[in-house]
């Protein structure tokens, strides 16, 4: 049996994005993604028109090893969204839950629900909006073909965000959840992050970094040794 730590990108963002992690990751510890659709190696695949298309995708699309190991999930801003769905789908088909997750970047579902409307916006305002951010150069806006391939792929993941329906499960995860939130990101203010804690009838632990919303970017390394110090607790 082994620790797989299977990890959902942000908006825009590619599978490949998290497997630089392997080099800080312990060597018990094996990294597993899931490119979503219209990006990446399945940049000819449509974009999704919902989040939970997203969701089923995404499971039609967990290989079987996962379920026959140690799993554990993690996702930053739109991934954490994808992954919290996730959960609740595994669960529902009949599969072990993840032994625990990793909630980044972003507030509970019951926080969510009044998001800012940006992925209909004309291209300068948006523009203005993601690179607020942080993690996405400015490149990806000036240069014609760069902004032709990923402007798209920003917009139509803000689209399924906003459009959501974001709720708050009757039934708590089973699992122990960690919450890791930048401490200069507006969108996860402090006096709103620590509702997570309803979220699971397990243990709840949060982790600030002193970063903005990229934080899994700028302390890369401080990120994964929570993770690594979390995973390495649990006993195969």
Known sequence: MKKILLCLPFAGGSS???????KYLDDSIFIETIELSGRGKRLWKPF??????????????IPEKIYENQYFLFGHSMGCTLVYELVYKIIKSGYPPPVHIFFSGRLSPEQCFNMK???DL??????????K???????????????????????????????????KYKNLLPCDISILYGEKDEHTPEDKIYSWRSYTEKKCDFYSF???????KDCEE?????????????NL
């Open 16 to 22: 490949t994005w998290y497997i630089k992690w392997s």
């Open 222 to 234: 401080d990120v994964v040794k929570i993770i690594n110090k979390t995973i390495i607790t649990y």
């Open 122 to 131: 004309p291209i300068m305002e948006f523009k203005e909006e993601i690179l």
């Open 133 to 167: 951010l942080g993690g996405t150069s400015s490149e990806v806006f000036d240069e014609k073909e760069l902004q032709k391939l990923f402007v798209p792929i920003m917009r139509a993941d803000y689209k399924i965000l906003e459009e959501h329906d974001y709720k």
């Open 48 to 61: 999704y028109t919902t989040l939970m298309e997203a969701v089923d995708d995404i499971f039609l699309n």
């Open 210 to 216: 002193p970063a903005g919303h990229f934080f899994i």
């Open 117 to 119: 409307r940006v992925h």
